[in-house]
């Protein structure tokens, strides 16, 4: 009888796993523990779920990043689910916040995972147990947090087979050092602290950033101040949340884009950001492509550069006493506000550096998850990536391989192949975008944990079975619901919801359901592009046969 044999039969005692953080990452992972027969238990420091989706007008104690009244979720709503719980159709394609977080209730709900979150509990020390060396095993030292109707705050130490840390890496607001800034009489903030537009009323701000909160903040405070400047160090290249027709861009991200060339990725992907707005015409160039450059997601920020209320600027060389100079000799006086978009620095501080360094480039992490130097593979760490593309089904698929990996199911390769790995990822990142980086493309990513998991679905495979769905696989939008097609925890509705996810983001905005008939000659349009895409594919075998 094997070791996962006497867990399910009871005559060994489930594994327990802590599980730090109850935001996106640790609902996510509280689920997969349970799918996996292990023992999660939760710690929340604050008294809401939800993490950096939970709105309050100041930042609460030791909390990394925020959001803002006016934020609205820069990723459609099916690529902002789980895989098996999708958004209800009476949500718009894009999410304000608020329905975000009530989201991330009603799945906590669902699956009855409250009952495994202790909130107001904050992790201060994790370490090696005593026997690490041959169990694993963590220890964990907790406190509760103090509040006015709870003074007793002493210390429980507890003893845990796995641990997984999900408390992100937005966690330290990043301002870099610029000579004079000490000196300059204005206010400074970072975007963490943003919370309105309404305090920069007539004032000259500048926004210094160059992705998506640079851009939210900086098109939304001009509508208030006089101006805004905002400054980009290797320009950005600019997306709007809709493509042609209205449709979402992100229902570009499919498996077949994917394997196109890079060449031709980087070429397709330019013209669609300057058929948006020209770059170079409104100063956001830059020396990179937009695969590995910056990239901002927002649908205003272009109006606001056209009428002159965002103007661009270079990099800031030094600050005055009233004003700013840049690299290209440039210069802004009587500058009343900076806001600082730039960022966070990786900060899990219950952690031993020796476990998980503070500096990036020092972080070994296995496929972005687990320390790599580690003799056992007990501690993961969730969502400490960035991503391009939608985060959700990133953390999704890395709690669950996580899970997976703990209850014995999937081990990971012997130390001297991650070490591979992590030298070949570093080189990869050095030669793409000249240092180490945190930075994942979301689809490709997925796919090589989706390996691992075998949760991967194939076109040839899912073909014979069902050509409908094979083809909303591979040719439409890569939508998290795949991953439950296929291999462990599928989900009996995963077909059936694939098949029905795009009119399902549109469902908000029709005027009615869609008509069957629709539907109907959606399929045969469908088939007919798969037909002639397979006899293409024919055609070139049969070609490089006679050859």
Request: glycine fraction near 8%; charged fraction near 20%.
């Amino acid at each position: 009888m094997t070791s996962s044999d006497k867990r399910r039969g009871g005559m060994e005692s489930t594994r327990k796993v802590a599980i730090i953080g109850a935001g996106v990452s640790g609902l996510a992972c509280i689920k997969a523990c349970l799918e996996e027969g292990l023992e999660p238990v939760c710690f929340e420091q604050h008294d809401e779920l939800g993490g950096v989706w939970y709105y309050t007008d100041e930042p609460r104690p030791n909390q990394g990043a925020t959001i803002y009244k006016s934020l609205v979720s820069n990723r459609t709503k099916e690529m902002m689910s789980f895989s098996d719980f999708p958004q209800p159709k009476e949500a718009p394609p894009f999410l304000p916040y608020t329905q975000v977080h009530s989201y991330l209730q009603e799945f906590a709900d669902k699956f009855e995972l409250m009952k495994f979150i202790q909130f107001g509990v904050q992790v201060q020390h994790i370490w090696r147990a005593d026997d690490y060396v041959t169990s694993g095993k963590w220890m964990v030292r907790t406190a509760p947090v103090a509040t006015d109707n709870n003074k007793n705050t002493s210390p429980q130490t507890s003893l845990f087979d796995s641990v997984m840390v999900c408390s992100g890496h937005f966690s330290k607001p990043f301002v870099p050092k610029v000579p004079g800034l000490e000196e300059f009489t204005g206010v400074v903030q970072h975007s963490r602290d943003y919370n309105g537009a309404e305090s920069f009323k007539g004032r000259k701000v500048m926004v210094v950033g160059g992705a998506n909160s640079a851009g939210d903040v900086a098109a939304e405070v001009a509508q208030v101040a006089s101006v805004v400047y905002l400054s980009v160090r290797d320009g950005t290249w600019l997306f709007p949340r809709l493509a042609g027709g209205g449709k979402p861009r992100d229902f570009c991200i499919q498996r077949a884009r994917q394997n196109l060339p890079e060449w031709l990725k980087r070429i397709l992907l330019r013209r669609q950001c300057n058929a948006f707005l020209d770059h170079e015409n409104y100063g956001l160039e830059g020396c990179k492509d937009p695969i590995y450059g910056s990239t901002m997601i927002n649908d205003e920020i272009a109006f606001r550069l056209a009428t002159g209320k965002v103007v661009t600027r270079t990099v800031v060389e030094r600050f005055t006493r009233t004003g700013a100079v840049f690299t290209d000799g440039s210069k802004i006086d009587q500058l009343d506000a900076v806001i600082f978009a730039t960022g966070y620095n990786v900060a899990i501080p219950f952690l031993e550096s020796d476990i998980l360094p503070r500096d990036v480039g020092d972080l070994e992490l296995y496929k972005m998850m687990f320390p790599a130097r580690l003799p056992h593979s007990t501690l993961a760490v969730i969502g400490c990536v960035g991503t391009i593309g939608p985060i959700f089904p990133v953390l999704e698929i890395q709690s669950r391989w996580a899970a997976r990996v703990f209850s014995g199911h999937c081990p990971l390769p012997d130390p001297q192949s991650m070490q591979e790995w992590l030298r070949s990822n570093r080189e990869k990142c050095k030669s793409k975008i000249g240092r180490v980086s945190l930075m994942v493309c979301t689809l490709p990513y997925c796919e090589d944990i989706a390996q691992e998991l075998g949760v991967r679905p194939s076109f040839w495979q899912l073909l014979p079975r069902d050509p409908y769905l094979a083809y909303l696989v591979y040719f439409g939008p890569a939508f998290p619901t795949h991953y439950r097609l296929v291999g462990p925890h599928r989900w009996a509705g995963a077909a059936r919801h694939v098949k029905m996810a795009v009119n399902n983001t549109y469902s908000a905005t029709r005027k009615s359901a869609q008509k069957p008939e629709d539907c109907l000659s959606a399929k045969v349009t469908i088939v007919k592009v798969m037909f002639t895409s397979l006899c293409v594919i024919a055609l070139g075998i049969v070609i490089g046969i006679s050859y």
